[in-house]
């Protein structure tokens, strides 16, 4: 065979394997997008520290392929707030950068998550020791009312008195 007829004959069977690589490279691409269909999926923008109110400037919307979602992520800015537009989720945990945000990761208010989720806005928390006896032998729980007496005893007075100093005290 002349140089020029091989030179053809190559250049023909490159061109037609261009042709089948690209063909085939097409059908796995479409396969695996088929198969990968992308999904919204909240992260964080930063990290968010534990028992912080998640807001919606600390989370964006991206899109996941479906394989990789996590179970129980939360996929909507609305799932974040109540009616009212009022944030209603804390962190349990530490939640790092562009990590998916995940139900099981947050509590509502009023789930036994911390101190400082529990105490409402404008509100302290202060400690009082207590025994079995003082404490009502552990009939009081979290969520109770009660109130605070304060006895106290004069060095100059015959007696002692008691009054209450804090009347429906919420239990944490």
């Known amino acids: 065979m002349k140089k020029r007829q091989v030179l053809i004959i190559a250049f023909i069977l490159g061109f037609l394997a261009v042709i ?85 990761k947050l509590a509502a208010p009023g789930e036994e998550i911390g101190l400082s989720i529990a105490i409402p806005k404008g509100n302290r928390a202060i400690s009082i020791g207590v025994n079995k006896i003082t404490g009502v032998t552990d009939f009081i729980k979290p969520g109770d009312r009660v109130d605070i007496l304060g006895t106290i005893e004069y060095e100059r007075a015959t007696k002692a008195g008691s009054e209450i100093t804090s009347s429906t005290v919420t239990i944490l």
């Open 20 to 104: 089948l690589v690209g063909s085939f490279l097409t059908s796995v691409e479409n396969r695996y997008r088929r198969a990968g269909e992308e999904v919204p999926v909240l992260v964080a923008r930063g990290y968010i520290p534990e028992l912080t109110l998640l807001t919606e400037r600390m989370v964006r919307k991206v899109n996941v392929p479906r394989e990789f979602l996590q179970p129980k992520a939360l996929s909507r800015v609305e799932d974040l707030v109540n009616e009212e537009g009022a944030n209603i989720y804390s962190t349990i945990v530490p939640i790092a950068a562009g990590e998916q945000i995940l139900a099981t």
